[in-house]
């Protein structure tokens, strides 16, 4: 039998009564009251938008992404710029929340490579966490033939978020470039951060992610300190929070956690797919090299550092 096919109706991510603990991505409790920010008291003078209205509005599973990479302060200005009729996503009263993502790689990062050379046909494989509800879902990304971003997905356990399951695996076989590589898939690089979702219009949607940070497997984390990423969602042209982030002298960057992440973790990969944001951006000045400051112990290494803006 395939695997069910992702439905979030259907989840406890869609009602959520307060008795799930949000937890991090070693499954520890996040306190609540350090999730607030600058950006959430932005986010309220939003109205709200439930997930099942966000989703008959604008789920968008094909569609032209735009990447901002910006300092968090920019976030509040852009919100204080957005039309009042935008909509942000609200569950149980949060506007923000935590995700973790694996992504599964082949040993020799064909996935990575076949992004770093712009291949026609590439894939991405990753467990998205929805931390906050406790759910999970199995994405894989292609590319159709008028090059949009195409998502598909299942769900998957929560605590197999870094395990690619023998279900699993039939899933990512039902793809069929990514099916040559599947029993090669291991975990190549865990990201986390927090969202907020914003519902542009009935066709467009836009994400707001802080708190970032790459972590090889079983090696250190970065954190990207003040960085946020703004991305935008639509069926290809340009949306209202596009041209704000143009007025507000930003543009479009070439971006992806995962490329990015393991260009930063391992600086001998082919990166110039991403010069800007890592050189210019994030001051990886040579390789193996870039601002760090201490940042602490990370939960599953003593090396964590952080990215200076």
């Given at each position: 039998m395939?695997p069910?096919?992702?439905d979030?109706?259907?989840?406890?991510?869609?009602?959520?009564?307060?008795?799930t603990?949000?937890?991090?991505?070693?499954?520890?409790?996040i306190?609540?009251?350090?999730?607030?920010?600058g950006?959430?008291?932005?986010?309220?003078?939003?109205?709200s938008?439930?997930?099942?209205?966000?989703?008959?509005?604008a789920?968008?599973?094909?569609?032209?992404?735009?990447?901002?990479?910006?300092?968090?302060?920019v976030?509040v200005?852009?919100?204080?710029r957005?039309?009042p009729?935008?909509?942000v996503?609200?569950i149980?009263?949060?506007?923000?929340?935590g995700?973790?993502?694996?992504?599964f790689?082949?040993p020799?990062?064909?996935?990575y490579h076949?992004?770093?050379?712009?291949?026609?046909?590439?894939?991405?494989?990753?467990?998205?966490a929805?931390?906050?509800?406790?759910?999970?879902?199995?994405?894989?990304k292609?590319r159709?033939?008028?090059?949009?971003?195409?998502?598909?997905r299942?769900?998957h356990?929560?605590?197999d978020?870094?395990?690619?399951t023998?279900?699993?695996?039939t899933f990512?076989?039902g793809?069929e470039?990514a099916?040559?590589?599947v029993?090669?898939l291991?975990?190549?690089?865990?990201?986390?951060?927090?969202?907020a979702?914003l519902?542009?219009?009935?066709?467009?949607?836009a994400?707001?992610?802080?708190g970032l940070s790459?972590?090889?497997?079983?090696?250190p984390?970065?954190?990207?300190g003040?960085?946020a990423?703004v991305?935008?969602?639509s069926?290809g042209?340009p949306t209202?929070?596009?041209r704000?982030?143009?007025?507000l002298?930003?543009r479009?960057?070439?971006?992806?956690?995962y490329?990015?992440?393991?260009a930063l973790h391992r600086?001998?990969?082919?990166?110039?797919?991403?010069?800007?944001?890592?050189?210019?951006d994030l001051g990886?000045?040579?390789?193996g090299?870039?601002?760090?400051?201490r940042?602490?112990?990370?939960?599953?290494?003593d090396r964590?550092s952080?990215l200076?803006?």
């Amino acid at each position: 039998m395939p695997p069910r096919r992702w439905d979030r109706r259907s989840d406890p991510v869609t009602a959520l009564d307060g008795r799930t603990a949000a937890v991090d991505a070693t499954g520890r409790a996040i306190d609540a009251g350090a999730r607030a920010s600058g950006l959430d008291r932005a986010l309220e003078r939003l109205r709200s938008v439930t997930l099942s209205d966000l989703l008959d509005a604008a789920e968008l599973l094909t569609r032209v992404d735009r990447k901002y990479l910006v300092h968090e302060s920019v976030l509040v200005e852009l919100i204080e710029r957005l039309d009042p009729r935008v909509r942000v996503l609200e569950i149980d009263g949060a506007r923000t929340f935590g995700y973790a993502s694996m992504y599964f790689d082949t040993p020799d990062l064909v996935s990575y490579h076949e992004h770093a050379k712009v291949r026609p046909k590439r894939f991405k494989v990753r467990t998205r966490a929805y931390l906050d509800s406790g759910t999970c879902a199995l994405e894989v990304k292609t590319r159709d033939p008028r090059g949009l971003t195409v998502k598909e997905r299942v769900p998957h356990a929560l605590d197999d978020r870094d395990v690619l399951t023998d279900e699993g695996r039939t899933f990512v076989a039902g793809f069929e470039h990514a099916a040559r590589h599947v029993d090669r898939l291991v975990p190549a690089l865990r990201t986390t951060y927090r969202r907020a979702t914003l519902l542009l219009s009935p066709d467009e949607r836009a994400t707001l992610d802080t708190g970032l940070s790459f972590e090889l497997p079983d090696g250190p984390r970065l954190r990207a300190g003040s960085w946020a990423v703004v991305e935008s969602k639509s069926s290809g042209h340009p949306t209202e929070l596009d041209r704000v982030m143009w007025a507000l002298g930003h543009r479009p960057v070439l971006f992806s956690k995962y490329a990015v992440g393991s260009a930063l973790h391992r600086p001998d990969l082919p990166a110039h797919r991403w010069h800007r944001v890592l050189h210019r951006d994030l001051g990886r000045s040579s390789p193996g090299t870039w601002p760090l400051t201490r940042a602490g112990s990370s939960p599953t290494s003593d090396r964590s550092s952080t990215l200076a803006p």
